[in-house]
């Protein structure tokens, strides 16, 4: 079968869009950062950067991340960037269909059987119900419905809600009317990151005849406490292999690389994640509930009763490796190219 570009409207928009949101005091900060860590002349970086952003669909942060600047060309190009990632979800992903996955509470009400946890919809219900369920659960995650990144998601404790009239219209004015049962996960993480549930990605595809592939799968680890493992919140992750284990390091924004967890000390570099096999089968599985989304980013939590899933992503973004963290100079883009035909 012959290959196909990515369509032209879609990288031209992008081009548009990113030009529009040039900042480019902030672009020189990142390149002088570059520079220094790598021992290049920041002038040339920061050109290097507006060229690969422009007509390689580089953004600046994947630029920083995947230490572009020690790389050479031939290398750059097997890398998976985020770019190139939202024109593949835009393609394979109908457009009717992407609200199943965008908004938390319809994703949860087509997916339900997945969770493994209760949750509930604070606008259509009563301050009693809304007590009875926090209440019997302890613990609770609200949620706005339409977020991502894990921004729009707090942490709610029983035992310190005094006014439930009042949490009501709290929650209400933060716009989180979604609420979900605590996740306990496996002692395997909890030994890890103890204070944040620490979600699996797995990237899937799921092609023509129907069969799903693997394309990307990735350990996520909370710093610190709160509600988001994600890295805007502090968060890291490291490459796995197809046997759960990790590829090496991990690591997050601002160039910060683990080979151990900064809260506990555990070793990044050793983690294997339990129930891997399990974690690969439910995400093939849920992969065939809504077809028309056919490239998806699955956050799992693997708990102690197995693995269940916290969301799906039509926009999966990219994970891809860190050269100075691992050692290794290439990525994962002739995966994706010998799978979705671009």
């Not at 395997?188 to 899937?204: C, H, K, M, Q």
């Not at 919140?233 to 197809?242: A, Y």
């Not at 080979?259 to 555990?266: I, L, S, V, Y």
Request: negative net charge; proline residues 4%.
């Amino acid at each position: 079968m012959a290959r196909t570009s990515l369509s032209l409207r879609s990288r031209l928009d992008y081009f548009g869009e990113r030009f529009r949101a040039l900042d480019l005091p902030s672009v020189w900060r990142r390149a002088k950062e570059v520079g220094k860590q790598h021992h290049k002349w920041a002038p040339a970086v920061f050109t290097d950067m507006l060229w690969y952003a422009g007509f390689r669909d580089t953004g600046f942060q994947d630029y920083v991340d995947w230490d572009f600047a020690i790389l050479t060309r031939a290398e750059r190009a097997t890398y998976m960037t985020n770019a190139i990632s939202n024109h593949l979800a835009l393609r394979y992903d109908a457009a009717d269909f992407r609200g199943r996955f965008e908004n938390k509470i319809e994703f949860n009400r087509v997916f339900d059987t997945y969770l493994g946890r209760e949750w509930f919809e604070v606008e259509p219900t009563t301050v009693d119900e809304l007590r009875e369920f926090v209440t019997r659960k302890g613990v609770v995650i609200g949620k706005v419905p339409v977020s991502n990144s894990g921004y729009g998601v707090s942490r709610y404790e029983a035992a310190e809600i005094q006014d439930w009239a009042a949490f009501r219209a709290e929650l209400l004015e933060k716009g989180q009317t979604l609420l979900e049962e605590y996740i306990v996960q496996h002692p395997a993480l909890i030994e890890v990151s103890p204070d944040i549930v620490n979600t699996t990605r797995v990237t899937t595809f799921r092609d023509d005849a129907g069969a799903v592939h693997l394309l990307s799968f990735a350990q996520k680890f909370g710093v610190g406490k709160g509600a988001s493992d994600q890295q805007a919140f502090g968060g890291f992750f490291t490459l796995l292999d197809e046997n759960g284990h990790s590829k090496g390091p991990g690591y997050g924004s601002h160039q910060h690389v683990y080979a151990d967890h900064p809260g506990t000390g555990k070793s990044i570099v050793d983690f294997t994640l339990p129930m891997t096999d399990a974690v690969l089968a439910l995400a093939t599985e849920v992969s065939g509930v809504v077809p028309e989304i056919r490239y998806i980013g699955w956050d799992v939590v693997v708990t102690p009763n197995g693995p269940i899933i916290v969301e799906g992503n039509w926009m999966p973004g990219a994970y891809e490796n860190k050269p100075s963290a691992t050692g290794i100079r290439t990525g994962s883009l002739p995966r994706f190219r010998e799978l979705m035909d671009f």
